[in-house]
């Protein structure tokens, strides 16, 4: 086992694609493809595209030695949410997505570059000032920014503007979706528990699928319905039409 004690908590590397995935109501293989990269073939020209995600630099050293398994850091988690937010926005597919982001990270030249205040700051004016025609020209603006504004409202950053705490969406992306389920790498081992209370998700999907109700377990744990039931949504697998 490896000593984590001079690890960065949010830089340590313990969540699985799969897991990751659910956490954020991604596709999987979306997100797969923004960590290790993909293919792309067209009329016989075929192109490797880079990820768009970075690993944690201890992604290398595995808490488990004997696993080969990528795995996700609580940093890489708030990467794949911003990437979704523009995902969202643009409508870009992932290669056009690929192409347009390649050129900020080469502008900005800094590690992590979508978990960063800096991005959110001054890469998103950035990707508008360059790429917001199509946009404008489509009459999405306003909708693309409300998106994005919407994604960054979720991530709370520290004094130096890196990630502490995220409150993933726990249904389809929305304004008006309440802060109930949150992930801090210094909580639960990283795993999402209900805001406020550090009670995990896991612990009330596991109850709640041994057959106890909502309203036990709203009483059990002293929250309201909404709280449990948005728990439990957090850990059910994302469907995919």
Known sequence: MVDTHNFESRDIPIYSIPQAA????????????????????????????EPLIELSRYNNIQLLPQSKMILLSFTNLVEAHVLTAIFQATGCSRKQLSIKLDYLKHHFSIPHLYARIEFEIEGIALLFDRFGQELI?????????????????????????????????????????PKTVTIDPRISFGRPVLAETGIP?????????????????????????????????????????
Request: charged letters at 35%; hydrophobic letters at 35%.
């Open 201 to 241: 998700t896991a612990m009330l999907a596991e109850r709640y699928k041994a057959g106890e109700s909502i309203d036990e377990l709203a009483e059990d744990y002293n929250c309201d319905r909404l709280q449990i039931e948005e728990g439990i949504r957090s850990e059910l697998p994302l469907l995919i039409a």
């Open 137 to 177: 020209a489509s009459e999405r603006e306003q909708e693309a920014r409300q998106i994005l504004d919407s994604y960054f409202d979720r991530i709370v950053r520290d004094r130096t503007g890196l990630p502490i705490k995220l409150y993933p969406f726990t249904k389809l992306p929305g304004v008006s979706e």
């Open 22 to 49: 659910q956490y954020l109501r991604l596709r999987k293989d979306r997100l797969r493809h923004w960590v290790v990269g993909w293919y792309s073939e067209t009329k016989g020209d075929k192109r490797f595209f």
